[in-house]
Nanobody
Framework: VQLQASGGGLVQAGGSLKLSCAVS????????GGWYRQAPGKERELVAS???????TYADSVKGRFTISRDNAKNAVYLEMNSLKPEDTAVYYC???????????WGRGTQVTVSS
């Protein structure tokens, strides 16, 4: 199973980005997925997750600004980020937990930089 994260970049404060996490190498669908981020000198933190029944959770710092979603047909997870702040600057990592034997897989990070 391979995860390809994309959509990061440089944006001004107040701007928006949409991250995508595409799953390949398996026919099993996503059971759950999410996004972590890690800023320089800080621990990795869970930003958002989506589980069975599309139940979502968010870090308090992103509630009301970020939206996680999934596309079962495309076997992908997305993170729409609005009203971005400089403190959102980090490398964002996606993960998915597939039905079937593969378990949890991680994608390579995508850099998000928010300038003030």
């Amino acid at each position: 199973v391979q995860l390809q994260a994309s959509g990061g970049g440089l944006v001004q404060a107040g701007g928006s980005l949409k991250l995508s996490c595409a799953v390949s190498g398996t026919t099993f669908k996503i059971n759950a997925g999410g996004w972590y981020r890690q800023a320089p000198g800080k621990e990795r933190e869970l930003v958002a997750s989506i589980g069975a029944g599309n139940i979502t959770t968010y870090a308090d710092s992103v509630k009301g600004r970020f939206t996680i979603s999934r596309d079962n047909a495309k076997n992908a997870v997305y993170l729409e980020m609005n009203s971005l702040k400089p403190e959102d600057t980090a490398v964002y990592y996606c993960y998915t937990n597939q039905y079937g034997p593969a378990g949890t897989s991680w994608g390579r990070g995508t850099q998000v930089t928010v300038s003030s």
